[in-house]
């Protein structure tokens, strides 16, 4: 007999018996729910009560040490030090030649101890990047279990759990508490643009923790979700994935598919005033160059149907492709996330896009006019209130 | 502290930086050479190894000099010309015998002829075909490799230009090349001959000075590396008539002190300093500074970039790159201050001659198989010179010097050079009875003594091994071969960058037209 080839995460004897569906999917070798019952109840539950998504399988990294700080600004291309202790935030890293390797989360818990969350293993790029430091750098993702809760009750539910700092924990605020003698991190952040909170315990307490949070959601109840939920929250929200928007830049042969955080709409999260990080030197070139060749931009069509895998054009020319689309429940329309050429990158640009689908079993054809608008579709004001 | 200002600092006078150094300052630069030894020359500097008695520190057979470097240095005032006369090489046999390459084919097979009579009738056409590969990538070896950037018109132009000079020469010699060089030397010359001596003396000459054995795959790329060098393009041969060749550092120390540039000898220096992504000169080991926007480095690329530039200042795929590199020197180097001429045999030459001992293939494969798990080899292969024979000054009258390369000496702590040294003499002395007696002084190093007297990381000739993976565009490292470091203002000018070592000044003169063409554009080093 062959034994089951994915690792199940702590929460797994919580949400299996829960996963109507039995629908699961691999997530750096774990399984991880594709969908618990219903993916449209699933994304409702995330707008307007709270959801819990297991991101156990998020690849997690402790830093600490006298140079942890310097590592990681020789990694990232943002400014360290613009992350005071207590609070998170959100940052690219780039390989040398300024293509864009993954985005993610770091954690500054205090001067020295930092912890980075991302989807795909960097421990060897890490180390390299650190070579000459005084740091330590582990890979703690099997040590740490951790639950995204999204949606308008997150922050109630957190405090009828116990975890009343969650009261006045401000958007990318993190605090680590205790409950009885559970040590919890609670970080303001989240996937889905919505209000929601990341809850961070040792992997013995998963299950502790869910039953605590059961207990305190009462009747109200906690929706889990799988990943056809979260990746339409996601798109509404403008947020870029790993091999979706961008390929890895390690593990990617073909150059012209490498992506630049200036294609990405990133520029905002490069931070030339500090001192050398890695592509610094490619960026500021790209920076005082032509301009990126490709943009990401927002999409919106006509009609219901999602425009996946589109190819784009503007009369006769191809001029990009969508990476991402859905029908968003909240807009009430057809969205999509593209990668367009720069000419054709402007709000307001009309584009053909050709929407492939099927009717019965005969594949069709539709062209519809794609609009650009800004990729970020959705601002809900609770996110960040 | 005390503190100056250049236009440029070069670090290192090796062979490079004294070309460079020259050169930039003949464009008006204000530079400074910065030598850690007290003499400066690097590999290609002669030294006293007896009293009275001088021998070249490392390179014992000169390449061609770089034409280029020749007329935009005017090396000629100094007496230095890209002229050479190709060696005679005598293959010592352990029967006693000898087998004589020389320059010219016909009188090869000849004297092949003895051993067989069909390697005698192979051998013109053979030379001729190496002769032809060689001319074929010498173009690679003069120019700066060009970059995989097809947008940039003059790299497309470069590119193009190189891909002509092989094609040019017709379909059949460019598939018999692209066949060719990617095959051990074993594989080829098996294919041609049966006579182990010759095949033993031509497997020498491809793995020499690199980490491969003859059965190493690509050591006919290596093999037509160093033809490639030796010979120059339509040089003339040097005169015959016993006019002794000027040694290229003293004409490069006399050029380089007629442009004004400044050359300071133990002087060390500790760190390359940059800010803000850019060049701004170097601390030297005693404290001091020299600010300069541009540094040149006749370093190690290792060297330059893990330990004198700091890893704050560079990306962590082009750091991992260059620790990537492979250095590992293989080769020892003995010389012998001697009382009088070796009894070797001396066949009539116009030019230099040299002693091999290297009498088969699988005579140098077996020495490799030792040095591959760090071994001393009991039985190396040999290069031999008699480098007074053709500079009578280099010692007192009747008496002579001898310059040996050792393959392979084990790049190794517990490595005894001396042992070595031993061994060598030995061997000579079994081809040249009553050799031991007259040796008044001997000298032996490995690579760890050739890396701590040279600065060069790991005790290699070529600052990182001649191999198809690390050459051309790809070295030192891929993306990186236009002599530009990436900090602005930082250039490699040694022998790790293209096109490899051997006393040419190739790498020298590039680098400073990288640097004067920077300048003139005002531009950013890319």
């Excluded at chain 1, 009261?167 to 680590?176: A, E, S, W």
């Excluded at chain 2, 000169?281 to 006749?298: C, M, R």
Aim: aromatic share 6%; charged share 25%.
């Amino acid at each position: 007999m062959i034994e089951p080839i994915l690792q199940k995460t702590p929460f797994h004897e919580i949400l299996a018996p829960r996963n109507h569906t039995e629908e699961w999917e691999r997530w750096q070798g774990y399984a991880t729910a594709t969908r618990f019952y219903n993916e449209g109840q699933e994304y409702a539950a995330i707008r307007n009560s709270v959801t819990a998504y297991d991101i156990t399988p998020m690849l997690k990294y402790r830093i600490e040490g006298p140079d942890a700080a310097r590592f990681i600004n020789r990694l990232i291309t943002r400014d360290i030090e613009r992350c005071r202790p207590g609070r998170c935030f959100y940052t690219p890293w780039c390989n040398g030649a300024g293509h864009i390797i993954e985005d993610g989360t770091v954690f500054r818990f205090s001067e020295n101890e930092f912890q980075i969350n991302c989807a795909e293993h960097n421990l060897t790029w890490f180390l390299g990047t650190a070579e000459g430091l005084d740091v330590r750098i582990d890979d703690v993702t099997d040590r740490i279990a951790a639950l995204s809760l999204q949606g308008p009750l997150s922050r109630d539910l957190l405090i009828r759990a116990g975890i009343t700092e969650a009261r006045d924990l401000r958007y990318f605020g993190l605090v680590q508490s205790q409950l009885q003698d559970m040590p919890v991190t609670v970080t303001r952040t989240g996937f889905t643009g919505d209000l929601g909170y990341e809850v961070w315990v040792r992997s013995e307490d998963a299950v502790a923790l869910w039953e605590r949070l059961e207990a305190a959601a009462d009747s109200r109840g906690i929706t889990p979700i799988g990943s056809i939920a979260l990746n339409i929250a996601r798109i509404e929200a403008g947020h870029i994935q790993v091999h979706s928007e961008y390929p890895d830049a390690r593990t990617t042969v073909d150059l012209s598919e490498k992506r630049s955080p200036f294609e990405l709409g990133l520029s905002w999260a490069i931070d030339f005033r500090k001192d050398h990080f890695n592509g610094r030197r490619a960026l500021l070139a790209q920076k005082e160059g032509v301009g990126p060749r490709l943009r990401l931009v927002g999409l919106e069509l006509p009609g219901r149907r999602p425009a996946v895998d589109s190819v784009l054009y503007s009369g006769k020319r191809v001029v990009g492709e969508t990476t991402a689309a859905i029908w968003s429940p909240l807009l009430k329309k057809s969205i999509a996330l593209a990668l367009v050429e720069a000419p054709w990158a402007t709000h307001g640009t009309k584009l053909q896009a050709e929407v492939h689908f099927r009717r019965e079993l005969r594949l069709q054809r539709s062209d519809e006019v794609a609009r650009v608008i800004p990729h970020r579709f959705i601002d809900l004001p609770r996110r960040q209130a | 502290m005390t503190n100056s200002k250049r236009d440029a600092v070069v670090i290192g006078g090796g062979h490079n930086g004294l070309v460079a150094a020259t050169r930039m300052a003949r464009s008006g630069m204000h530079v400074v050479v910065l030598e850690a030894n007290e003499q400066a020359g690097g590999a290609a500097r002669g030294y006293e190894i007896h009293p009275g008695f001088h021998l070249p520190a490392l390179a014992h057979m000169l390449p061609a000099f770089d034409r280029r470097a020749v007329r935009e240095l005017k090396l000629g005032r100094y007496g230095l010309k890209s002229d050479i006369n190709e060696a005679t090489t005598v293959s010592l046999l352990p029967d006693g015998g000898n087998l004589t390459l020389h320059p010219d084919a016909d009188k090869t097979a000849a004297g092949l002829r003895a051993h067989s009579a069909s390697d005698a009738e192979a051998w013109p056409a053979f030379q001729q075909q190496l002769r032809a590969h060689a001319d074929a990538l010498r173009p690679l070896l003069a120019s700066e490799a060009p970059r995989l950037d097809f947008s940039d018109r003059r790299n497309l132009f470069a590119l193009g230009r190189l891909g002509w000079s092989i094609r040019r020469r017709g379909r059949q010699q460019m598939r018999d090349l692209l066949q060719v060089i990617t095959m051990s030397v074993a594989d080829l010359l098996e294919d041609r001959f049966e006579t182990d001596a010759i095949m033993g003396a031509l497997a020498l000459d491809a793995v020499l000075g690199t980490d491969h054995g003859p059965r190493s795959p690509h050591t006919v790329f290596t093999l037509l590396h160093r033809l490639a060098g030796q010979l120059a393009p339509g040089s003339r041969p040097a005169p015959a008539t016993g006019g002794t060749r000027r040694q290229p550092v003293e004409a490069l120390l006399e050029a380089a002190a007629a442009a004004g540039v400044e050359i300071r000898t133990g002087a060390a220096v500790k760190s390359i300093r940059v800010e803000a992504g850019a060049t701004r000169g170097v601390e030297l080991a005693d404290g001091s500074t020299i600010d300069s926007p541009v540094v040149v480095s006749n370093a190690d690329p290792v060297t330059t970039c893990t330990e004198l530039v700091d890893a704050d200042h560079l990306d962590a795929d082009f750091r991992r790159e260059v620790r990537a590199i492979r250095n590992k020197g293989t080769t020892g180097k003995v010389g012998f201050a001697l009382d009088r001429l070796p009894d070797l045999p001396q066949p009539a030459s116009g030019g230099p001659l040299r002693w091999v001992i290297a009498p088969s293939i699988g005579y140098v494969e077996r020495a490799f198989d030792h040095v591959k798990y760090g071994e001393a080899v009991p039985e190396p292969a040999l290069e031999i010179t008699i480098p007074s024979l053709d500079d009578p000054d280099r010692a007192p009258s009747g008496q002579h010097v001898m310059s040996v390369n050792v393959a392979y000496a084990p790049y190794s702590d517990s490595f005894d050079a001396d042992e070595m040294g031993k061994t060598v003499t030995a061997m000579i002395e079994r081809h040249a009875p009553g050799f031991a007696q007259t040796v008044l002084k001997r000298e032996a190093w490995g690579p760890r003594e050739i890396e701590a007297r040279f600065g060069m990381r790991g005790g290699h000739w070529h600052h990182g091994d001649i191999a198809l993976d690390q050459f051309f565009m790809v070295r030192p490292v891929p993306g990186f071969a236009q002599y530009r470091a990436p900090v602005e203002g930082l250039y490699l000018c040694g022998a790790g960058t293209h096109p490899g070592g051997g006393v040419t000044g190739t790498n020298g003169i590039n680098a400073a037209r990288a640097v004067l063409r920077d300048r003139r554009n005002g531009r950013r080093a890319a």
